[in-house]
């Protein structure tokens, strides 16, 4: 058994498939009309045949409850790997992401965190 797809809510699926795709430079793989939206899945440029990201409309009250607590919180809704955390962070920086937390050392991990403008917080890691 593996992972193949994992929902991130998000409360404009354009602007998220823009940002994930333009901004961060993730591959669009899936744009399918499912009635009111869209089964938007992204997928890292390295991997195209790995985990697929699905870009979820938070339009349930339970999932905008969860997506706004988390944010509130400062708690990141997923984790990205990066080989070089700073090259990310400046490239992201200049692209005009926000970030809440610039890279940090914790251990063997440097962590970052931005906001993917879509109502969640992001966290990339260096191991």
Not at 22 to 33: I, S, W
């Amino acid at each position: 058994m593996k992972i193949i797809v994992t929902s991130l809510f998000v409360q404009d699926q354009d602007q998220a498939l823009k940002f994930y795709t333009e901004t961060l430079g993730f591959v669009k793989k899936h744009d399918v009309p499912t009635g009111k939206f869209r089964w938007i899945a992204v997928v890292s440029p390295e991997d195209q045949d790995g985990t697929e990201l699905l870009l979820e409309p938070n339009e349930h009250p339970a999932a905008k409850e969860y997506q706004k607590k988390l944010a509130a919180d400062g708690i990141p809704a997923t984790m990205f790997g990066v080989a070089d955390i700073q090259a990310e962070y400046n490239r992201l920086s200049e692209s005009g992401v926000k970030f809440t937390m610039k890279p940090t050392s914790m251990g063997e991990f440097t962590i970052a965190v931005f906001d993917d403008t879509c109502g969640n917080l992001i966290q990339m890691i260096q191991r």
